[in-house]
């Protein structure tokens, strides 16, 4: 199976500007990693699965605490940018890089995982019911008994109420006078399901010259509520959610008969 939304060129697009959609990157690499050591305290957890890796937001700091990562995401650009963190921060040799998507996972990596994790809004950017129920199969199959999904998105819930169009993104000012502003305009499409493009704009530049790029992706405003559905569906147990920047996350476990 092939995701029908091809999100790589969006993501080789921005790969190169990813760290700026946080305020501070070094310090949201701890936060990952302090956030999901808490998850995983008490479960047994030692091999994981990174299956949206991006940038290395979560790969990066689980490997810098001993934890042994595969990490997998199906943007090249992206892929290069995590490869290139894990060069910079003395942990490359810790983590297994596959290019894939949730698809292709049962014929890339080697099951079982203590733990399988999808940060970063990747879920959504599945588009049928199928689509979904496929990836959430891939990951409980890759699990072993017991083993632990982290699922973090955004609660579309609420945009679909609002449906808002503009959301302001990042601003950063370096000491050699760049900048980098960024920010959104999003377009909802009515339909069966709904789908959401976000134009993602970004403008960099100093002393009154700027050049703007503008790069567009879909999502399926899923809520939180509907992917909790269908993981209980899929036989996970033990569907917690807790907020997180941006994200909520949904933690679920896999039974231990399962
Ligand atoms: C916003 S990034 C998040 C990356 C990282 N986990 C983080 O939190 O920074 C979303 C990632 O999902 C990946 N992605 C998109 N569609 C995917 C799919 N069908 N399977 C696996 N990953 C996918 C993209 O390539 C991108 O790197």
Redesign the pocket.
């Given at each position: 199976m092939n995701?029908i939304?091809?999100?790589?060129e969006?993501?080789d697009a921005i790969?190169e500007h990813?760290p700026m959609?946080?305020r501070d990157w070094e310090t949201?690499l701890e936060r990952?990693g302090l956030g999901l050591r808490t998850i995983f305290r008490n479960r047994g957890v030692e091999r994981i699965l990174?299956?949206?890796?991006?940038?290395?937001?979560?790969?990066i700091p689980l490997a810098q605490l001993n934890y042994k990562v595969v990490a997998?995401?199906?943007?090249a650009g992206?892929?290069r940018k995590a490869q290139e963190f894990a060069t910079r921060y003395g942990v490359a040799d810790k983590i297994q890089f596959e290019r894939?998507?949730?698809?292709?996972l049962p014929t890339l990596v080697q099951a079982p995982f203590d733990a399988v994790?999808?940060?970063?809004?990747?879920?959504p950017?599945?588009i049928l019911d199928e689509?979904i129920e496929h990836?959430l199969r891939n990951f409980y199959d890759l699990l072993r008994p017991g083993g632990t999904l982290v699922i973090?998105m955004r609660d579309f819930a609420p945009f679909m109420e609002d449906r808002p169009r503009f959301i302001p993104g990042f601003v950063h000012q370096f000491d050699n006078g760049d900048e980098f502003v960024s920010f959104d305009i999003w377009e909802w499409h009515d339909g069966s399901p709904v789908i959401a493009t976000q134009n993602l704009y970004i403008v960099t530049g100093c002393a009154g010259k700027y050049e703007t790029i503008k790069r567009h992706?879909m999502y399926r405003p899923l809520s939180t509520d509907e992917v909790k559905v269908v993981l209980l569906e899929t036989g996970f147990e033990e569907v917690s959610d807790q907020p997180n920047r941006w994200?909520r996350v949904l933690v679920a476990r896999k039974p231990l008969g399962g």
């Open positions: 995701a939304n091809d999100t790589n969006f993501y790969a990813y959609f946080y949201q990952e990174d299956a949206s890796c991006g940038a290395g937001a979560q790969t997998v995401d199906p943007s992206m892929l894939g998507d949730f698809f292709s994790i999808t940060r970063g809004n990747a879920l950017h599945l689509e990836a973090g992706v994200e």
